[in-house]
C-alpha cells in the first residue's frame, strides 16, 4: 500500500525520524490556515506547496511550488488543487491532486552550507537481506545518477536477524562526506529511519532529499512509503491511510469482492486459479504473440457468481480482445467451473464481445470439457496447454 508523503512524515515522526514540518490542506482556505499556524510554529513566512499523489516527480510536472507570502499560498493551492499532474510515474492522462502539504520552508535564503543527500532502505531479494540505499546526490533522479554515475551509490546491507549495527550507522555518515555534529545526526537518523521501516512492516522508505541544513540538522525533506498489504492486519491504523481515489479502480472493485486481480498493458485477459498457474498462463499467452492484460487469481471456490464477476471486471479493460481461463481441478471440480462459465456466459449476454478459450484439467475436466463444447456457446476448450496457446494464437490473429 502506498502512502501520501504527509503520511509517510506522520510514520517517520512516531519513531523520531525528523521530518519537514507540514499540514495537509484540501482547499485554499485550509491552505493559509495551515500557513498561518506553521508561521506561529517556526517563525518563518515562507512556505512549499505540495501536491499530494502516489507519485515522483511532482516538482518536475508543477505540483511542489514556493510561497513568500499567504497571497502565494492561497494562489498556488488554489492552483494545485484540483489539476491533473503528469509526472514520469504517472499514466499519461496524469493524476488529480486533491489535496496539498503545507510545508515549512527550510531551505534558509542565501545559505550554501545545506547538503541534499538519497537515501533509502528496502529488501534485497537476492540476498534475503533488508538494504540502505543512499548517495550524496540527493534531490536527483536516483536512476539517472545510477545511470550516470554509479559510484556514487553506496548500499549497506543488513542481517535482519542482527538488525542495523551502530557501526553500519557511522559507515553511512562517513561515506556522505560528514564529521562533527552532522555526523552524529545522521546516525541517529539512519537508526530511527531503519526502526521505522522494520516496526511500519515496510517495504520501502525513500526519503528523497534528506537534508543537512546550515546548522547541521538531518531530516526527511520528502517521504515516499510502501507498507507490505499482508502486514496491515497488525497496522489497523495504517490500514485507515489507503487513498482508494489513487490506486487503479478495477484493482480496487476486485479486492472488495476477494478476487486477487493486478491490471497490466496487454490484450488477453485471464482467468486462473493459484498464483503459480497464473504466472504460467501469462508466459503461455506471451509464447503465443499475445500480451497478458492482467493477473486474476480465482481462487478456489470459482462458482458461476464469482466467475461472471472475473468476467466483469476483466472485460472493464477496454484492450482486451480474448480471455483465456485456465483452471486446474483440485480442491475445485472442473465441471462445477464450467457450469459457472456457461451460467455466467449466458446471463451476461451480449456484454461478451471477444473469443474465450477455456482450458480445464483436473477432477471431471472430461465432463467440463463436454460441457463446454455442448454448450452453443462461442467458447473454446483446451485440454492441453500446446492447445490452449494455439488457440490464443488462432483467436488473435
Known sequence: ??????????????FGVRVQRGIVAHNAQEAVSAAKQLTQETGTGWHVIKAQIHAGGRGKGGGVKLAK??????????????????TPQTPPEGKRVNQVLVAEDVYYPGDSETSEFYMSVLLNR??????????????????????KTPHLIFTEEIDPA????????????FNL????????????????????YIKSDASLFEINPVLKTSDDKIMAVDAKVTLDDNALYRHKDYNEMRDLREENPIEVEAKAVG?????????????VNGAGLAMATMDLIKQAGGE????????????????????????KDPNVKAILVNIFGGIVRCDRVAQGIVDAYKNMGDSIQVPIIVRLQ????????????????????AVQFQEAADKVKEVLS
Open 362 to 381: 483436473g477432477t471431471n475436466a472430461e465432463i467440463a470439457k463436454e460441457l463446454i463444447d455442448n454448450s452453443g456457446l462461442a467458447v473454446h476448450s
Open 162 to 173: 542482527v538488525g542495523l549495527q551502530p557501526f553500519q550507522a557511522r559507515r553511512i555518515a
Open 69 to 86: 507570502d499567504l497571497k502565494q499560498v492561497e494562489e498556488l493551492a488554489e492552483q494545485i488543487i484540483g489539476m491533473d499532474l503528469v
Open 292 to 315: 497478458p492484460a492482467n493477473f486474476l487469481d480465482v481462487g478456489g471456490t470459482a462458482d458461476a457468481k464469482r466467475v461472471e464477476t472475473a468476467f466483469r471486471i476483466i472485460l
Open 126 to 147: 537476492a540476498k534475503g537481506r533488508n538494504m540502505i540505499m543512499y548517495s550524496t546526490e540527493g534531490g536527483m533522479d536516483i536512476e539517472e545518477v545510477a545511470e
Open 259 to 271: 478476487l486477487n486481480y493486478v491490471d497490466l498493458d496487454g490484450n488477453v485477459g485471464c482467468m
Open 1 to 14: 500500500m502506498n502512502l501520501h508523503e504527509y503520511q509517510g512524515k506522520e510514520i517517520l515522526a512516531g
Open 177 to 196: 562526506g560528514l564529521s562533527g555534529t552532522a555526523f552524529k545526526e545522521m546516525t541517529k537518523f539512519v537508526s530511527a529511519l531503519y526502526t521505522a
